[in-house]
């Protein structure tokens, strides 16, 4: 059990969910907002770079274990219009992954530095499906765990 704002809150409760889900956005959000600064350098920083696609993928796992937990928990008292959106979400995160693994087996270290301005194109538009992901399961995922959380 951990204390949330002096209020005892389950772990894997809606309340709990909600918070790391949260967590987990906001750290992914971060991460991206750290890619801006980099992708806007006309010279790529490759350490850092390297450094911040590394922590972006460890941001990425615990969200998808957040939206997992979350995805996990609604299911079980989900109607059939919430099994609807549920599965857009898991749709969207299913074809996210599949276009990071892609752009990830594509653009190692030595392709990134030798092909900056092309690979700052594609990762801008990897980051706006990963901006539309985060939309979505907040859209989705937000109020079906407010609507269970206590």
């Not at 709990?16 to 907002?33: D, F």
């Not at 990425?60 to 959106?85: G, T």
Request: hydrophobic share 45%; glycine share 2%; proline share 2%.
């Amino acid at each position: 059990m951990h204390i949330i704002s002096r209020k005892a809150v389950a772990e894997n409760s809606a309340d709990w969910l909600l918070i790391e889900l949260k967590n987990a956005h906001q750290r992914v959000l971060s991460g991206l907002e750290k890619l801006d600064e980099l992708l806007a350098r006309p010279t790529p920083d490759l350490q850092s770079y390297l450094a911040l696609r590394r922590e972006l993928s460890s941001a990425s796992r615990a969200r998808s274990s957040a939206v997992q937990a979350a995805h996990d928990h609604i299911i079980e008292h989900a109607d059939q219009a919430a099994e609807v959106e549920l599965s857009r979400a898991l749709h969207a995160r299913r074809q996210m992954m599949g276009l990071s693994a892609d752009h990830l087996s594509t653009w190692s270290g030595w392709v990134i530095a030798a092909n900056w301005s092309r690979h700052r194109s594609a990762q801008r538009a990897l980051r706006s499906h990963w901006l539309d992901l985060i939309e979505l399961e907040q859209n989705v995922l937000y109020p079906m765990l407010q609507q269970r959380a206590g």
